[in-house]
């Protein structure tokens, strides 16, 4: 796309119905599509949950087994990240965003094909493979587009769609399984198939849509886009990175790699909530259509909180302690999951962490968004993500080998409590190391 003239005599207006406009324009723009991307994205992830109540028995798949299909999406995934981003660097996320969906969406759809543990590998990594780098992409497309004091709130408007993909895959994915059967396909396979034809729509919607920076953005008026442009570079003054450095040189500074620890800690937490609480909720002897209902109560929970938590976030302008504080609501949570030995406990226990993880996720993205340069976000941001991945690629291996060695997921949810409380921690030193500077 072609750059429109920035007027730089304008760029420091401080009108307050300039900023609101722009933001607002902005948001609408942006937000729908980055959120329908993220909400498809997560409901393809996560099917597998559902369609493992059947799947699990037609396949012959044990815990371990399936925590390792869970895994591997997230393995693929962090080894594609920092390509993807700095992709999404010099390319743009029009081009990149949208490769992204339309691959993850066949990835989904050749899910259905699934003849065994090991075809069901292959596919599960090529969907992580496919999406690689969509979320730090998105997390440095947002960095560039609000100023600093607005990304808590927009971070978490995007990550609505976590909670919400889940809650509407609990409520569908039952009655989709229930199509078992029809014209001789499996329910399970109908999951695949109808939730993987939208982003492939999604993405071809994108090519045509989305504007890569604000500098590009005809849709906004020049007095709306001095005021974007003079904002976010000022922020940039103000957190002290306007320096661009080499992306070797950046990915191995030592915060990086400490936010890169963080997340793996948020990563563990967020590859825990969901896969197994079908396959728990059944063991209580729920038909699906009910199992779906039940589990849809947790993430109802975490957007309620993640909603307030960010809100309150930008309001105080405080990231750091939020993001310490929500790490240890979401080790609580599974805490009391890990003991719980009743329906009301366990959907007590991941309603607390639904909170705490959704909570971190929009208000720990806010600090390594802020403390890099432009140069050097798709680079470091795509380590960050990387790091975190991996976290999604062991834990449901950890959880899976626990049960199938014990018999419950007490250990599994104990090891996942661990991670978090260290994270929380790491979120504290990183606070203390970036004050000193």
């Not at 940039?236 to 790699?257: D, F, Q, S, Y």
């Amino acid at each position: 796309m072609t750059e429109v003239a920035i007027d730089k005599a304008a760029i420091t207006t401080a009108d307050p119905e300039i900023e609101r406009t722009t933001i607002r324009k902005v948001a609408l723009r942006l937000m729908w599509f980055v959120m329908a991307m993220y909400f498809l994205a997560i409901l393809d992830r996560g099917n597998i949950s559902f369609a493992a109540l059947q799947m699990n028995k037609e396949l012959g798949l044990n815990a371990e087994m399936f925590g390792i299909a869970v895994g591997i999406m997230y393995f693929t995934y962090s080894i594609f990240e920092i390509p993807s981003n700095l992709i999404l660097s010099k390319y743009g996320a029009r081009i990149t965003l949208t490769r992204i969906a339309i691959l993850w969406g066949i990835a989904t759809v050749l899910m259905a094909f699934t003849q065994g543990p090991w075809s069901l590998y292959a596919f599960r990594g090529f969907l992580g493979f496919a999406e690689s780098g969509l979320f730090p992409g998105v997390m440095l497309l947002l960095s560039l587009w609000f100023p600093f004091s607005y990304r808590a709130r927009y971070n978490a408007m995007f990550n609505y769609a976590v909670p919400i993909s889940y809650i509407f895959a609990s409520l569908i994915s039952g009655a989709i399984l229930e199509l078992n059967g029809t014209f001789g396909i499996a329910g399970w396979k109908w999951l695949f198939i109808l939730e993987g034809v939208p982003p492939i729509i999604l993405g071809i919607v994108g090519i045509f849509y989305l504007t890569d920076r604000p500098q590009q953005a005809t849709w906004l008026s020049t007095a709306q886009r001095n005021w974007l442009t003079g904002a976010l570079e000022r922020d940039a003054k103000a957190t002290g990175v306007v320096h661009a450095e080499g992306v070797l040189r950046t990915i191995t500074k030592p915060m990086v790699l400490l936010f890169g620890l963080c997340n793996f800690g948020l990563f563990c937490g967020l590859a825990s909530l969901f896969p197994w609480l079908p396959q728990i909720i059944k063991t209580f002897g729920l038909p699906n259509s009910q199992v779906g209902f039940v589990t849809a109560i947790p993430p109802v929970a975490g957007l309620i909180g993640m909603i307030m938590l960010s809100r309150h976030s930008d309001h105080v302008g405080e990231r750091f302690y939020y993001a310490a504080m929500t790490f240890l609501i979401a080790a609580a949570g599974f805490a009391i999951a890990a003991f719980a030995a009743t329906p009301v406990w366990i959907i007590i226990g991941f309603m607390v962490a639904n909170v705490g993880v959704y909570g971190t996720q929009a208000v720990f993205w806010t600090i390594p968004q802020s403390y890099m340069s432009r140069e050097s976000a798709p680079g470091a941001i795509g380590l960050v993500g990387m790091i975190g991945s991996i976290g999604g690629a062991t834990i449901p291996v950890v959880i899976g080998r626990a049960k199938d060695a014990s018999g419950s997921f007490t250990i599994g949810f104990l090891v996942v409590t661990g991670v978090l409380v260290a994270a929380a921690a790491l979120v504290l030193i990183a606070r203390s190391q970036l004050v000193k500077e």
